[in-house]
Structures are given as C-alpha cells and as structure tokens.
C-alpha cells in the first residue's frame, strides 16, 4: 500500500469511527434524562460545550489560554443580570452573554497574542485573575454571593423553560449548534490555516497569513463559545458566581480537554463528563477535589498525553493498518 | 502634618513600606521563575505552592518540634529545595523534550495537589506565626515607624536577590548556568553534567521560593492559600520583566509592589488591578517586556 492510500485509508477510518461515536453519543443524550438526574446531565453538557470551545483554541490553534473561566463566568454574569435585572428573555440573556464573551475575547486576545507560547498563558492567566478582581469589587455582580434567583421564564415566549424537560433538550440544542459550529470552523479552509499555526507558525508566516489575525479569530471565537455555554449554565442553575471566573475554572477546563485528548473533536467532551461526575461522586465521599484533579493532572501529563478519546484514535488507527 | 498631594505624609510612607514588602516578596518569587524558566523552559506553576510549603514548613518545625525562627531560615529552604529536587528528578525531567506548556500543565497538578492536601488538614483559615522576640518591635525613624521585622524583610529578600545574581553572574557554577541557558548540547559537549545542572537548578528555585515563605510567615498568615493568588501576580510580574535578565526579573518586582503600595493611598479600589493595568500597558508599548530580549 502506497504511503498516500495508508493515509487515506487512516483518514477514514477515523471519520467512520468519529460518526459511530457521534451518532452513539446524541442517542444517548436523548435518552438521558430519562435515565439520569437532568440537572447533572445539563451541567454536563455545558461543561462539554466549554471545553469543545477551549478546545478550539488549545486543539487546533496550539493556543494555551489559561483565562477561559473569564469567558464562560463572564458571560454567565452578563446573561444572570440581563434576565433578572432587565427583565429580558431568556435567549436575548445567552445571546447578550455570547455576545460580551467574544467582545472580552476581542481585548485579551489582542493583548495576549503579542506574545507567545508560555507567555500567552502567563497573560491570559493575569488577565483572567484581573477580570475576576473586577467581579469582586463590580456592584453588578453583587460579590460574595452572587446574582442569585435568576428566572428561566419562556423561551421564544412560549416554552416554558421552568419544565425541566424543556430545559434539557433545549440545552441539549444549545449544546449540539455549539460543537455543530466548532465542528464547521474546524473543518472549513479557516480551520485549516489554523492548524498549519499550530504545527508550523513560522512557515504559515512565510506562506504569507497573517498568522495574528488568524489567532485572534480564533481566540474570539473561542471565547464567544466558551460564552455561550457558561450563558446557558447560568439559565440552567439560575445564577452566576464567582465560582465560575476564577483560575481553577480555567484549569478544570484544561483537565477536562486533556484528559478527554487535546485535539479530538469529542474528546473535550468526554473528559467534561468524567470530569464532572468525578467532581459529583467525590463531592459526597469527602475526598478533596483538588488533590484528585491536581493528581489526574500529573498523570495525564506524565504518561497519558493523547487523552482517552485520543488514545482510543490511535488504537483504532493502529488497527486499520 | 505634612501632606504631599492632600495625602498625609505617614499614611503614604506606610503604603510605600506595605508596597515594598509585597515587592520584595514579588522580586523573590519571580527571581526563582526566572532562574527555572533559564535553563529548563518550564513556568513552575507550583512556585507559589512552594512558597506556601515553605512557611507551613516553618510553623510545623516550630509548632510540633519547637525549632525556631532562625534555624528555620536555613532548614525550610533545604526542605523545600530537596523536595523540588525530587520532583525534577521523578517527573519534570522526564518533560524537557515535549512543548513547554506540558510543564506548566504539571506543576499546575502538583500545585493543585499540595494546596489541596494543606487544605485537607489544615482548613483555609490563618495560623498566625509570631515574629522572632529579636525582631520584635519597631524603630522611630523621625518620620515614620518602622516595623522592625519588615524592615528585616526588605534587607533579606535584598540580600538574597544580589547573593543569587552574585552566584549566576560571577561564579564557575553561575557561568555553567548561562551557558547551558544559551546551548545545553554544547556545554554538555564539553563535559558539564548538564542533567545535574537541571536539577539543581529546579532545587535552587523551590529553595528561594521556600526562604520567600519563610520570610512572609511572619508578615502574613500562614494558610494554605497564600500561594496561589499570590503566584497570578507574580506571573504579570514576569510578564511585564520580560524573563531574559535575572535584574529585570528583581527590578520589576520591586516596582510593582510600589506601584501597588501607592495605588492602595490613592484609588484603593483599583489596588489589585494596578499590576496585570500595567502589564496590558507594557505589552501594547513594549511586547518583550521592559527587560526583555526574546519577542
């Protein structure tokens, strides 16, 4: 077999074996709130969608942002108040946090793509911790406790979104356009420039991108998603936290990509939910979730590099051959 | 009473001595992740835990086996140098050949795990622990009263930051330092064990960070999560040094915790924005860092 016809035979058994797992993965989303606590499950998905969105960033762009939580937190704060403050409903609340996720996006990706690898996380982290300070101190946020008893009222002003089953599947939906649109970006021409930064970036210069503009996109992009699921949190629990922009947001969702495999496209997704559910099991057993997340993240580092869905790619692929 | 710009004049010298403190602390941590990121390329996300270690370290050696302030001065940086050279051997080693953001994610880990267990025994709360009876007090310097034990902080993280410019500028082993910053492959051409040179290295930098604990026991509580918040700003710190000069990293330290110092006497509420405001400031004007060499 030709070096070309290996390759393409690889290629496609790794979209055959991404389709099985995607069509397995939306049965069992639709069937899961039949089976399962909804809540846990939307919590699930909005995590996975967080983490889709970082991926976007860290996966295909090779960008490590260590400020994410400002993103998802952020938008959560912006939707919170504008449904309970402003009275609006609930999507123009999502849309007005998607909307301010990639406006904060527009601001820190400008500063942080001055500098690069290391650096870029150092200034993300900072700017990140820098937004957080500001949420502390913003009346708007009402600090230590939070924007509390934010109503779900009526999607579109009709489906009522206090039915927990509305509220699913309408997370579900929200979380099926989301990965939906990274799955586009990923695969559209843009998304292929991006990769060519991740693996190259000084020959997608000499190929004449402005490989700037291109990081920026991609970062803006990433943290209206990212914006877009922590939105839809805030509608789903009916409030908006500090919890959700500090630095350890940031990390759960770099642990989540990682241990799901960077660079996968359901990976991020996977590791949302294990991440998730570990974090619920250990929430009861009094075990602190910090050392099992700091322990995960060692191993993962040391001798798990590829993540699970990764790791399950390169065993199918070995496979193929 | 003296006013400068309708602030009283003590009010404004305290701020400047708080500020001075925080950037000795600041010039400290920030020297160490300069040192590590040298030679080996990692940012020690775990710098701050390690300072955190250091001064639990201290109130456990005074608490459980009654070994004082001054002995801990040398013990805690041993302790805590010895431990990183445990991890630098275990695992960080096994990390130089991938991309460095694999060893950021690491000692992101081990930080989350040693906070996490100090937690796990010891709560979020404060332990106080008191200043050396040597220290004790203060001076009337005419215009202000100085604290003796901060004014002891500032000569110490002074003397530590020149001692360790000192060892990496002037001396043999300093000059090995530089060298295998520039071309490891070469020095180690040339017979230096390099590898060792890593290690110490990584031990040298858990070492500072450890004495900077100890140093700060005193000044702040000693709690479990006195590391972590504190790590983010020396992060912006570096950011803004650039992390090609050991000076740069030490200069910048000690601006900015004055810059935090005067912040806090004139718009208190922007007194924990002021250093990542400056950092947003230096990139747009000066993307390599006010010190800098690489872009």
């Known amino acids: 077999m030709s070096e070309a016809t290996l390759h393409q035979e690889r290629a496609a058994a790794a979209i055959r074996l991404e389709r099985a797992l995607v069509a397995l993965g939306i049965v069992a989303l639709i069937a899961a709130p039949f089976v399962v606590y909804p809540i846990f499950v939307m919590k699930m998905l909005c995590f996975a969608l967080f983490a889709c969105a970082f991926n976007l960033l860290l996966g295909y762009t090779g960008l490590l942002s260590f400020g994410h939580a400002a993103f998802f937190g952020g938008a959560a704060y912006f939707c919170a108040y504008a449904v309970k403050a402003w009275g609006w409903p609930p999507e123009a609340g999502i849309l007005l946090g998607t909307a301010g996720a990639a406006c904060m996006g527009l601001v820190m990706g400008f500063l942080a793509i001055r500098r690069q690898g290391i650096y870029f996380s150092m200034i993300t982290l900072a700017l990140a911790q820098m937004f957080y300070f500001f949420c502390v101190q913003a009346p708007f946020t009402e600090g230590e406790d939070g924007i509390q008893g934010v109503a779900r009222g009526h999607l579109f002003g009709v489906i009522d979104l206090g039915v927990t089953m509305n509220m699913y599947f309408f997370v579900l939906a929200v979380f099926l356009v989301g990965v939906f649109a990274i799955w586009r970006i990923v695969n559209s021409p843009f998304g292929m420039i991006l990769r060519s930064i991740r693996e190259n970036e000084n020959r997608a210069i000499s190929l004449g991108y402005s490989v700037g503009r291109y990081k920026l996109a991609a970062f803006v992009m990433s943290a209206a998603l990212a914006g877009f699921a922590g939105a839809t949190k805030a509608i789903v629990f009916q409030f908006a936290t500090l919890t959700d922009v500090t630095w350890q947001m940031s990390g759960e969702v770099i642990l989540m990509t990682l241990l799901g495999g960077i660079g996968t496209m359901v990976g991020p997704a996977v590791g949302a939910g294990l991440v998730v559910g570990l974090e619920n099991t250990l929430a009861t057993s009094g075990f602190p979730v910090t050392i099992a997340t700091g322990l995960i993240f060692m191993v993962c580092v040391l001798v798990f590099r590829r993540g699970i869905v990764g790791e399950i790619y390169a065993r199918w692929l070995a496979r193929a051959e | ?162 001692g360790t410019w000192l060892l990496i500028e002037k001396t043999r082993l300093g000059s090995y330092l530089r060298a295998a910053t520039e071309n490891p492959e070469l020095v180690q051409a040339f017979g230096v064990n390099v590898p060792l040179l890593l290690t110490l290295t990584y031990g040298l930098g858990a070492a500072l960070a450890g004495l900077a604990g100890i140093l700060a026991a005193p000044v702040y509580q000693v709690s479990p999560l006195m590391g972590s918040d504190l790590i ?64």
Not at chain 2, 43 to 52: R, W
Not at chain 2, 56 to 77: E, K, M, N, Q, S
């Open chain 2, 1 to 162: 009473m003296t006013l400068i710009f309708g602030i009283p004049i003590q009010a404004l010298l305290g701020q400047l001595l708080v500020g001075l403190i925080n950037g000795s602390f600041y010039a400290m941590l920030s020297l160490g992740l300069a040192v590590i990121f040298g030679l080996l390329r990692i940012i020690n996300f775990a710098h701050g835990a390690l300072y955190m270690l250091g001064a639990f370290i201290g109130y456990l050696l005074l608490v459980h086996l009654g070994i004082g302030y001054w002995p801990a001065l040398v013990l805690v940086p041993l302790i805590v140098g010895l431990f990183g050279i445990v991890v630098e051997r275990l695992a960080l080693s096994r990390l130089y050949r991938l991309d460095p953001l694999y060893g950021l994610l690491f000692t992101f880990g081990l930080a989350l795990v040693i906070e996490g267990v100090f937690r796990y025994y010891y709560g979020v709360s404060g332990n106080p622990y008191a200043v050396p009876a040597l220290l004790a007090g203060g001076t009337n310097l005419g215009f202000m009263f100085l604290p003796n034990y901060r004014g002891w902080v500032v000569v110490a993280s002074l003397i530590v930051c020149i």
């Open chain 2, 232 to 295: 983010i700003v020396v992060f912006a710190v570096v950011v803004v040094g650039g992390m090609g000069s050991i000076l740069g990293a030490i200069v910048t330290g000690y601006m900015l915790g004055l810059a935090e110092g005067l912040t806090k006497v004139f718009y208190p509420e922007a007194s924990n924005l002021v250093v990542f405001v400056i950092m947003a400031v230096v990139l747009l004007l000066r993307p390599a860092g006010l010190f800098g060499r690489d872009a």
